[in-house]
Every structure is written in C-alpha cells, then in structure tokens.
C-alpha cells in the first residue's frame, strides 16, 4: 500500500514531459548539425558559402512555418501519432542524405523534408503539451521543453564534429539516425495524447475533462485563427521582437559561429565546443527563464534578455580576434539566454489570446522567429562572401537586439478576452 502511495505522486504529466525532452533534444541535434555540415561541403563539393546557406535558410524558414499547422495536426491526430510520423520523415531525409551529389538535392532532403519534419517537432510541441498536461509549473514546463534545444546541441554537437573531423560527415548522419531510431518504441509504448487518457486532470486541477475535439479545416482554421490574431496589436509586437530573436540565434550564431571560428583559424571540434558551452549555461537560462516567467513580468524579462543578447553580439567580433578567454566570455552570456526569450513569450501568448489558441498564435509567432533566421542564415553567409568576414552581421544583430529590447516593454501585460481570436 505505502508502495502504491509514492508511485501515485508522480503525475503522468512528468512522464510525457521527458519523452518530449527527450524527442526535442534529438530534433535539436539535427537541427544544430547543419553549422558542422558547412565547411565539408564546401570542400567535397565546391559549393559556395551563400549556397550552403541558402539551404539552411530555406529549411529555417519551413522549419517555422509548419508550426501553425503542426498545431492543427497535432490537435487533430493526437500528439504521439505525429512524433512518430515526423521521426520517419526524418529517418527517410537522413537516409538519403549521403548519396547526394547535387546542390538541390541537399535543398529537397535538408531544406524541404528535414525543416518540415524537425519544424513538427519544435516549440508548438513544447507549448502544446505544457498546456494540456500542466496548471501548475506550466512556465517552468515551457522553459525545461524549451532547453532540450540547448540540451541536445550540449550532447550531440561536440560528438558530431568530431566524428565529421575524424571520419566524415556521413558518419555523423548515421549517429542521429540511431538516436531517432531509439526514439520510436519509447514514443509508440509511453506516450499519451492528453490527460483524460490515464484519467487524471492536468497537473494543478482536479478537474478531469475530455479532450476538445478539434474543429474546422487543417488548413483553414491556422490561417483564420492568424486573421483574427492579427487585428491584435500584441501579436505584431510578440511577432516583431521574436523575427529579431531569430535573426540573432539559430540563423546566425547557431549556423555561422562555427564557420566563423574557422575564419580564425580555430579547429571545428574547439568550434563546437563553444556552442556546447553555450548549451550548458542556456539549459540554465532557459529553464530559470521559464521560472521566473512564473513569477515576474514578462515584458521586462524581455528587456533584459534582449538587452544582453545585443551587447554580446557588439562584442563577438573582438573576442573572435582575440582568444580563448574572450570566446569563453562570449559564449557564458550570450548562452544564458540564447532562448530564454521563449518562456515568457508564450506566457504573454498565452495571456493575451488564451490556452486554446495559445499553441496556433505562438505558432505563428514563431514563423516571424523563422523568419528571421531564415534572413540571417542566407544573410550572413552572403555578407561573409561579399566581406570576408561576419564582422558586420554579428554587429548589425547586436543592434537590432537592442532594438528589441524597447519593442518589448511596448508589449501590454494584460489579459486580453480571448473570443478576440
């Protein structure tokens, strides 16, 4: 009976919040393996930096876009149905991946198939589960899922360089093949699709209910609920801080450190290295941004994240020129927040649009995150072809954080009624 009790603590809530973890980090992993793709491509095929780029921002781009419509599907086919199926759309681009011998090759398996199939599996995930399973702890929930993403760059980026340096880039496809492969059983056996399904209520209620049936058109209703999103004047605020969110994350630092470091001469595993650092403090960050999302006022938390961002980004050029101990520097700040900004940025979705369509609207949010990214990812590569280095958009992402950083106290902290939307 005494065994029965503490078994009966844990809420199923938990379990599905760590076969998640698990599946974002993976999806990570992929995700954050194009930067250590660069530099071998461009030696085994000739092909240029803004072309290599150009994939990667195209696979940015689609890896957002599909966010308001994975929402959709997820609330139509249950969530473990479409980890599943993205996990195989997955398998199927990484196991093509290494007979590729044209440009657009790497563009239909990497940008087309491999941005729709991770962008299944991204933060509209994260926020949708948070919401289903959790009242309670649901900012700490939001900022744990958030940093699998800092988590799987931690485990899988160092090891992926050095099997790329060591023994070639195919190699490291077929690691993160393995790891995806892993995934499936644990998925298909454990997870469930909403709380009613092991019959308890949402972490923080009593209150057991059925799950909402989902209504209207797969691709209707996301492009409805984004109309109606748009007469709000917080959207176009949450949607512009976060385009320059993306902008100065994934689709610069996160796609051009590491060839940037090599501009300096320093080995792609060192490379590596610094974006792992920046996991670690971000794991950090990350999940005590969603802590004190909690607890304070979005806005301002936004304020400083951007804020601090910007002034890191100034710096990156002269630590580059400089040495290890300013890289070290570098990577401690910029990794406290390199997505802290997303806890309280689904808090104020939330707030203002509420929890049914709070997993659809940040969704779309975070298609101006891709966007952004998209635009730095194709951008900066561009600049360092035409310049010679990433002197200047390191720089000009510096200062379009600062930007942010006011845009975000423009924001109102208040709950708008969500029939709005």
């Known amino acids: 009976m005494l065994?029965?009790?503490?078994?009966?603590?844990?809420?199923?809530?938990?379990?599905v919040i760590f076969i998640v973890f698990l599946t974002l980090l993976v999806s990570a992993g992929i995700s954050s393996f194009p930067s250590v793709l660069i530099q071998s491509l461009e030696k085994e095929y000739g092909w240029n930096r803004a072309a290599i780029s150009g994939v990667i921002s195209i696979r940015i781009l689609l890896y957002g876009l599909i966010g308001?419509?994975?929402?959709?599907?997820?609330?139509?086919?249950g969530i473990r149905r479409m980890m599943v199926s993205a996990i195989?759309?997955?398998?199927i681009s990484l196991g093509l991946t290494p007979f590729i011998k044209e440009i657009w090759q790497l563009m239909l398996l990497w940008g087309v198939l491999g941005g729709l199939s991770t962008g299944a599996l991204a933060n509209v995930l994260g926020i949708t589960v948070a919401n289903r399973w959790f009242v309670?702890?649901?900012g700490l929930?939001?900022?744990?899922?958030?940093?699998?993403?800092a988590t799987g760059q931690l485990l899988f980026l160092p090891l992926l360089a050095k099997i790329t340096s060591e023994n070639g880039w195919r190699y490291a496809v077929y690691l993160i093949m393995a790891a995806l492969i892993l995934l499936v059983p644990i998925i298909a056996i454990w997870m469930r699709n909403h709380p009613y399904d092991v019959g308890v209520a949402p972490l923080g209620s009593t209150e057991i209910t059925k799950p909402i049936p989902f209504q209207g058109n797969l691709f209707l209703t996301p492009i409805r609920t984004l109309v109606a999103?748009?007469?709000?004047g917080t959207f176009w605020l949450l949607a512009g801080t976060f385009f320059f969110c993306g902008f100065s994350t994934n689709g610069l630092i996160g796609t051009h450190l590491i060839p940037a470091c090599g501009d300096y001469n320093i080995p792609i595993i060192a490379a590596a290295g610094l974006l792992a650092l920046m996991g670690v403090f971000d794991l950090v960050g990350t999940t005590m941004s969603g802590w004190l999302s909690d607890r304070f006022d979005s806005r301002w938390l936004l304020f400083w994240y951007y804020g601090l961002r910007g002034l890191s980004l100034i710096?990156?050029?002269?630590?580059?020129?400089t040495g290890v101990t300013q890289l070290t520097i570098f990577a401690v700040f910029y990794g406290l927040d390199w997505i802290a900004t997303v806890p309280p940025t689904a808090k104020l979705t939330s707030d203002t649009f509420g929890r049914e369509k709070a997993g659809m609207i940040f969704g779309w949010i975070l298609v101006a995150h891709q966007a952004g990214a998209s635009f730095a990812a194709y951008g900066a590569g561009f600049m360092r072809d035409l310049l010679g280095s990433y002197t200047v958009p390191f720089v000009a992402a510096g200062f379009v954080c600062l930007i942010a950083a006011i845009i975000a106290l423009k924001i109102r902290n208040s709950k708008t009624v969500a029939a709005a939307v």
């Open 3 to 15: 065994k029965e009790q503490k078994v009966s603590k844990l809420h199923y809530g938990w379990v």
């Open 68 to 77: 308001p419509f994975s929402a959709a599907m997820l609330a139509k086919f």
């Open 88 to 91: 195989i759309l997955m398998l």
């Open 136 to 138: 309670k702890h649901k």
């Open 141 to 149: 929930v939001i900022g744990l899922l958030t940093a699998s993403a």
């Open 229 to 232: 999103a748009m007469r709000n």
């Open 315 to 321: 710096f990156l050029p002269y630590a580059l020129g």
